[in-house]
């Protein structure tokens, strides 16, 4: 187990903890979350890189044979079909790192899990 000495305490820290090709998908979800969510902070939540404005948007990590995304995402049938491959124990979503990593699909299930916190938000304020 680390010790919170050699826990990372900003993404770019987490990243570089990983071999050069893990690196590279790490950047790549790093660089397709900041375009889906500009003006969010980058910061390190329950040990994992997470994206927040107004709250948490997005998490993502690396394991010893897959890339994390996190939390589930919900709603449109088209994308809940096209991730169903993906899906881990929790809903959580696993892409294995002996596969093509799917950016565009990716992409995309950011671009939902901002777009359900967006409304999330906005039925709490009324």
């Known amino acids: 187990m680390k010790t919170s000495a050699s826990m990372p305490k ?4 987490y990243i570089a903890a990983f071999s050069p090709d893990v690196q590279a998908i790490l950047e790549k979800i790093r660089a397709i979350a900041r375009e ?3 003006g969010a902070i980058e910061k390190i939540s329950y040990q994992m890189p997470a994206l927040a404005r107004n709250g948490n948007l997005i998490y ?5 044979k897959h890339i994390g995304l996190f939390p589930p995402v919900q ?3 088209k994308l ?3 991730i169903a491959p993906y899906k881990g124990e929790k809903g959580n979503l696993k892409f294995s ?3 093509p ?3 565009e699909l990716i992409g995309r299930i ?3 899990r901002i777009k359900e916190h967006e409304q999330a938000l906005a039925a709490k304020a009324r």
């Not at 993502?60 to 010893?64: C, D, E, L, V």
């Open 80 to 82: 809940q079909r096209e």
């Open 36 to 38: 889906a969510a500009p």
């Open 75 to 77: 709603g449109d049938a």
């Open 60 to 64: 993502f990590a690396a394991f010893k």
């Open 10 to 13: 900003t993404i770019d820290e």
């Open 97 to 99: 790192l002996d596969q």
């Open 110 to 112: 950011i671009q939902a």
């Open 101 to 103: 990593m799917p950016y």
